[in-house]
């Protein structure tokens, strides 16, 4: 089964804490506890 794709964009002035936010929720492998696999990337608005 493919893992769902998750995207975070991050912009030009956003807080480094919100952005962690989702990081630690879906950036760490867990399938050891029998949670879902996730295929997370972090997006900019520009290329760079």
């Not at 760490?28 to 949670?35: E, K, Q, S, V, Y």
Request: net charge negative; glycine share 12%; charged share 15%.
């Amino acid at each position: 089964m493919t893992a769902p794709i998750i995207a975070v964009l991050a912009f030009d002035g956003i807080s480094p804490f919100h952005l962690s936010v989702p990081c630690l929720v879906f950036g760490a492998d867990r399938t050891g506890l029998g949670l879902p696999r996730f295929d997370f990337r972090v997006c900019g608005i520009e290329e760079g």
